[in-house]
């Protein structure tokens, strides 16, 4: 029995490689249909700084390598947010509509696919934004100006195009032979981008709020 029903919840994956708009889009479907996001690269990074963390410096160096941390870690950290976001919800007075979750860069390899499906809730589809290297890489570089993070950087972007193609891709193409995955090609600008986004979840009967 998984945690939650697709009853009371829809779960829509978020994939594509590092830079190709995950979280950007994600911004424009949270303001338009309501989605709650959830980004498991952010639950990560904030779990590696949280004081008392564990699993601090493990995820601190999976992310350095591009590989993909322990899908237990992971899938306790989205699972708890979801509980998180259904408990506030459920307290305040707008709580008659279904929750509706976008969970961004995951899952990323097949072993969380099946476990999440299993224990947290089924995913209703996933959004699959589609990008060539050259952009992904360009844009990738651009952020690491001012982002901070550690793995925005030349080396560790080789790294996780890697793991993308070998690891992420397979987790597509499963979900695909079961008709869940809305393709989009997420080059040109953000707006042209989202635009293309919209008419895709349109097809799988999700419209703005
Ligand atoms: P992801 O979450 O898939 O890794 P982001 O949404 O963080 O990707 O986007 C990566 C970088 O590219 C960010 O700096 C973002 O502002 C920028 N970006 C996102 N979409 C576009 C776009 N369509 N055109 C140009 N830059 C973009
Ligand atoms: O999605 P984002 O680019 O923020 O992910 C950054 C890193 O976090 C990934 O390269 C990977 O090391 C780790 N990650 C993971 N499993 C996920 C999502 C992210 O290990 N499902
Ligand atoms: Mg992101």
Not at 43 to 64: K, V
């Amino acid at each position: 029995m998984s945690r939650f029903s697709p009853s009371e919840v829809t779960v829509v994956f978020v994939l594509g490689g590092p830079g190709s708009g995950k979280g950007t889009q994600s911004t424009n479907l949270v303001r338009d249909y309501g989605f709650i996001h959830l980004s498991a690269g952010d639950l990560l990074r904030a779990e590696q700084n949280r004081e008392g963390s564990e699993y601090g410096d493990l995820i601190r160096t999976y992310i350095r390598e591009g590989k993909i941390v322990p899908m237990e870690i992971t899938v306790a950290l989205l699972s708890n947010s979801m509980a998180d976001a259904i408990s506030t919800a459920s307290s305040s007075s707008s709580s008659a509509a279904k929750a509706r979750f976008l969970v961004d860069g995951f899952p990323r390899k097949l072993d969380q696919a099946v476990f999440f499906e299993k224990t947290v809730c089924p995913s209703e589809f996933t959004l699959f934004l589609t990008c060539p290297e050259e952009v992904m890489e360009k844009r990738l570089l651009k952020r690491g100006e001012t982002s901070g993070r550690d793995d925005d950087n030349a080396e560790s972007i080789r790294k996780r195009f890697r793991t993308f193609v070998e690891t992420s891709m397979p987790v597509v193409d499963a979900f695909r032979e079961q008709d869940k995955v809305v393709s989009v090609e997420a080059t040109g600008s953000v707006d042209e981008v989202y635009e293309r986004i919209r008419e895709g979840l349109k097809t799988k009967g999700l419209h703005p709020l």
